[in-house]
């Protein structure tokens, strides 16, 4: 099974952290982001629309950190990180949801700015941060974790953005409950960091 895989990357991060937790083997292929592999062939026959991750698992070809997650579960990794019922199943899509939306715009977006120079509203990705990081603060005071009170590819999706929340400028330590909570996942077992973790 391939990724198409950027280091630095959180979208991709998510997926690497998430296959090392639930023993899944990957194969890692290296983007060079840079030179603008992800804008070519073969990655834009596999996803026009040149982002990573993809993954590439026999005849199976997907796009979106969030799809690949949820797919990796499902097929291989236990109804421990993906459920079966309905609702507990609308439980962890809430936070994929919160992780494509309002982490993305929020913290990424923050440090898309400081670190790599991106010409986007940082006041705007501030707003957003200081909307969601004090909703996921009141949740985690009395979870362990943000759904199903386990481990999910909801904590997946969330943690990495947030470990490198640092490099947009956004200081964690405001937030206990979330550093309490990021501790915890990574004391999991197999963890793996991502380039710039604290
Ligand atoms: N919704 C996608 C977003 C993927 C994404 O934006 N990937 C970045 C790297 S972290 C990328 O490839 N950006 C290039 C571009 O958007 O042109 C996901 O969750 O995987």
Same mark, same amino acid.
């Given at each position: 099974m391939k990724l198409y895989d950027l280091d630095v990357s959180g979208n991709c991060y998510k997926v690497r952290l998430f296959a090392a937790l639930a023993g899944i083997e990957l194969t890692l292929v290296p983007v060079d982001f840079m030179a603008g %592999? #992800?804008?070519?062939a073969p990655i834009t026959d596999l996803n026009p629309l040149g982002q990573i991750p993809v993954l590439v698992d026999g005849d199976v070809s997907l796009r979106d950190s969030h799809a690949i997650l949820v797919y990796l579960a499902r097929a291989?990794?236990? #109804?421990? $990180? $993906? +459920? %079966? !019922?309905a609702a507990q199943q609308g439980e962890v899509m809430q936070w994929l949801s919160n992780s494509a939306n309002e982490i993305q715009n929020g913290p990424n977006a923050a440090r898309l700015v400081d670190k790599? !120079?991106? +010409? /986007? @509203?940082k006041e705007r990705t501030l707003q957003v941060s200081g909307i969601i990081l004090p909703f996921m603060e009141q949740h985690l005071a009395s979870n362990e $974790? /943000? &759904? /199903?009170g386990r481990p999910t590819i909801a904590d997946c999706a969330i943690f990495p953005y947030l470990a490198v929340a640092w490099e947009g400028g956004? @200081?964690? &330590? %405001?937030y206990p409950n979330i550093s309490a909570w990021m501790e915890r996942i990574k004391a999991l077992p197999n963890f793996v960091p991502m380039p710039g973790m604290r």
């Open positions: %592999e #992800h804008k070519r291989y990794g236990g #109804h421990q $990180w $993906w +459920p %079966e !019922g790599f !120079g991106l +010409p /986007l @509203d $974790w /943000l &759904a /199903l956004i @200081d964690m &330590a %405001e």
